[in-house]
């Protein structure tokens, strides 16, 4: 069951000098799967995932979330579609303050038209999932940092999205909180079959993922399975 499919995707900023951000990446991920792509500072990286979660279009390629090729929608259709299919992780979490922890989990929600009371079961649901039931009525100011990386990942999955977006979730995170982060995260991917695709150019933080795509002047140059060989481009 693939849920992402790029096909030689390439992205040139035009300018004064212009400059290939992206060269002839492909690949493609199946259901379940988490994969870090990894690469240093200026390889590509947010572009990918830029163009990926349709922030940003190709300059040519293609993207196919669930089979649907996002950059042919409409403006309309386009912010649809990524509120449904997808889910996002930032590295600050990105939390309203002055919501409830509750009324962060239900957002994503309550921006489609879903019945009230679906929200609620739903978001009561996750909640217990990732142990987090007790902060719901909290404000996010009164929580620790590590719960509020629950409650941003109740976020990205209580609308149930096809394809989670992280992009340096670990970013200027102590190896504790990396550690915590990361364990967050294959608890998603593991228990609730979540596919994640991350962006980091962290060594270790790859080594965790099941596949990581090397990244380097805008081209994917090696992958990693784990416990497998390698792959060249
Ligand atoms: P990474 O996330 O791996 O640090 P980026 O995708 O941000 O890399 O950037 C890739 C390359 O594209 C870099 O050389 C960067 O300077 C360039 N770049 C990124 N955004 C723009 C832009 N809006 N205009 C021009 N060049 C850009
Ligand atoms: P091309 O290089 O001609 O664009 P592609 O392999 O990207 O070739 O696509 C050929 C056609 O097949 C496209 O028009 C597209 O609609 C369809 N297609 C390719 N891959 C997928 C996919 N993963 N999901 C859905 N449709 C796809």
Do not use: W
């Amino acid at each position: 069951n693939k849920i992402l499919s790029v096909k030689n995707l390439q992205k040139i900023y035009e300018g004064k000098m212009s400059h290939t951000a992206l060269s002839n990446v492909s690949f493609d991920m199946e259901k379940g799967e988490f994969t870090a792509v990894m690469g240093p500072s200026g390889s590509g990286k947010s572009t990918l995932l830029q163009v990926i979660s349709t922030i940003d279009s190709p300059t040519s390629g293609n993207v196919y979330i669930n089979g649907k090729n996002p950059h042919t929608l409409s403006q309309e259709e386009l912010a649809s579609f990524r509120r449904n299919q997808l889910g996002f992780i930032f590295q600050d979490f990105n939390l309203i303050h002055t919501l409830t922890v509750e009324e962060n989990i239900m957002l994503p929600l309550s921006l489609e038209n879903v019945p009230a009371k679906e929200v609620r079961k739903r978001t009561k649901k996750i909640a217990e999932y990732l142990g987090i039931s007790k902060l719901l009525p909290k404000r996010t100011f009164e929580i620790s940092g590590g719960q509020a990386q629950r409650v941003a990942a109740a976020r990205a999955l209580v609308h149930n999205p096809s394809l989670i977006l992280a992009d340096e979730p670990t970013g200027n995170l102590d190896s504790k909180a990396t550690n915590d982060v990361m364990k967050l995260l294959k608890e998603l991917n593991r228990k609730m079959d979540s596919t994640i695709l991350m962006v980091t150019h962290d060594a270790y933080v790859a080594s965790m993922c099941g596949r990581v795509l090397f990244i380097k002047d805008g081209r994917l140059y090696q992958e990693m399975t784990a416990g497998d060989s390698q792959t060249q481009f």
